[in-house]
C-alpha cells in the first residue's frame, strides 16, 4: 500500500514506474511473460519490501500499537509512512514534489489500458483523486485507513486506527525517519533495475 514510496524510489521511466506499482497487484502473472524493463521493476518492488520487512524500524513501529490493531499495523504503517514522505520530502530528496507526483501521474495514466483491471481502478483513483496530496494531511490518511478496514470481511478492529496514530506520531515519524535513508541508500546499491535480471536483454 506504500505507493509512493515505491514508485519514487522506481527509476525515472515510465515502465520502471509501471512495474514498480505492478508488484502490488501481480498475482498471477508470469513475471517472465512481462517486457525486461517491467520484470525488472517488479523485481525492484519486491526487493524493497524484503529490506522493509526486515527492518528494525519496522518492527518497533509495529510494536507500538495494540494488540488488537497489531494484525493490521504492516498496513497502517505502509500507508502512514507515504504520509512521512509526502510531508518529509524536502529534506529527504532533491526533486521538486510536484513536479514528480504530476510527471507519475501522466505515466501510469498513459499506460492504464495495459493494466491488471484491479490496478487500472487503483490508478484511475490515485490520478482523478490526487492522492498524493491527499496523503499528506493526517485526517486523510486515517480516511484511507477506514475504508481499507471496510473491505475486511471479517470482524476486526482495524477501523479507528488513526487515534492510535496520533498517540504515537512523534515516534512513528522518528523511526521513518531513521529507516527512509537507509532503504534510499539500499535502493542506490542495488544498482540499475535491469541488472536483477537472471539474464539481460540483448540490446544491440
Known amino acids: 500500500m506504500n505507493f509512493f514510496a515505491h514508485l519514487a524510489l522506481a527509476e525515472q521511466s515510465a ?34 519490501d524484503r529490506f522493509t520487512d526486515s ?23 505502509d ?4 504520509h512521512f514522505l509526502l510531508r518529509n520530502w524536502a529534506s529527504l530528496d532533491q526533486r521538486d514534489l510536484s513536479q514528480l507526483c504530476q510527471q507519475i501521474y501522466q505515466q501510469l495514466w498513459q499506460q492504464r489500458a495495459d493494466m491488471p483491471p484491479a490496478m ?7 490520478v482523478r483523486e490526487d492522492w498524493f496530496a491527499s496523503y499528506q494531511q493526517l485526517d486523510n490518511i486515517g480516511f484511507a485507513l477506514d475504508k481499507i478496514a471496510n473491505r475486511i470481511r471479517f ?21 521513518f525517519l531513521q529507516f527512509y535513508p537507509r532503504l534510499q541508500n539500499y535502493v ?5 533495475e ?6 539481460k536483454p540483448d540490446t544491440h
Open 120 to 126: 487500472a481502478a487503483t490508478v484511475s483513483s490515485l
Open 15 to 48: 515502465k520502471s514506474r509501471y512495474g514498480n506499482l505492478l508488484g502490488d497487484f501481480c498475482h498471477g502473472i508470469e513475471l517472465q511473460t512481462l517486457p525486461p524493463a517491467i520484470h525488472a521493476a517488479v523485481l525492484r518492488h519486491r526487493a524493497v
Open 155 to 175: 470482524q476486526n478492529s482495524f477501523a479507528g486506527s488513526i487515534s492510535e496514530i496520533r498517540l504515537h506520531r512523534t515516534e512513528l515519524e522518528a523511526l
Open 194 to 199: 535491469l541488472d536483477a535480471l537472471p539474464t
Open 55 to 77: 527492518a528494525a524500524e519496522i518492527s518497533q513501529a509495529k510494536a507500538l500499537f495494540s494488540p488488537e490493531r497489531r494484525r493490521f499495523a504492516p498496513v497502517i504503517i
Open 79 to 82: 500507508v502512514l509512512f507515504d
Open 188 to 192: 542506490t546499491q542495488l544498482g540499475p
